[in-house]
């Protein structure tokens, strides 16, 4: 981190600011710091953020934690993009604690991303850990890239989705898991 204080000091610079000014002389350092908490990803496993929070259970049904709030950076512009996650996964024996799926949403998310990457990295761990039948991610979510520059497009929203196993298979749960999810909005 001791590098990034100095390469913001030179992006003022690069912008036409003074960094000598005095509502800049700590902005290096706050926006250094800031960079690594929403970057805090990277410093993450998905064996540290499950920390074996997986328990026996009967359930064999659809398990669906919606509205994940999410907050990341798109790698190509570096401006926040930020949205809901939904997650549904089918268990085989084994629940995972529920906070954990919120972890490993953000684990991900608090990375240099593309929203289509972050919905295969989620349901691709979700399944490793879990075992489970079938993961469904859907993340819908609004790129500030898209707002603040380029077309400056308000409204737009995007939505990905991945769907493996049961949910890529069978079109009645992949119907069931979108209907719960888009429910009530």
């Known amino acids: 981190m001791n590098e990034l204080p100095g390469h913001f000091h030179q992006i003022l610079l690069g912008v036409g600011e003074d960094p000598q000014r005095e509502g800049l002389l700590d902005t290096p350092k706050r ?103 079938g993961v469904a991610v859907v993340i819908e979510a609004k790129h500030m890239c898209m707002m603040m520059r380029g077309v400056e497009k308000q409204n737009s929203l995007m939505n990905t989705s991945v769907m493996l196993g049961a949910f890529r298979e069978s079109c009645t749960t992949r119907m069931e898991f979108l209907q719960l999810i888009g429910g009530n909005r």
């Open 31 to 133: 926006a250094a710091k800031a960079m690594q908490y929403l970057c805090n990803g990277y410093g993450k496993s998905l064996e540290e953020v499950v920390n074996g929070a997986l328990f026996a259970s009967d359930s064999d049904e659809m398990i669906i934690v919606r509205d994940i709030e999410l907050y990341s950076l798109c790698e190509h512009h570096m401006l926040p993009f930020i949205g809901k996650a939904h997650v549904a996964y089918i268990p085989t024996g084994k629940v995972l604690g529920l906070s954990k799926i919120a972890r490993i949403v953000d684990m991900y998310a608090r990375r240099l991303q593309i929203q289509e990457n972050l919905t295969r990295q989620i349901a691709e761990a979700i399944q490793e850990v879990t075992r489970a039948a």
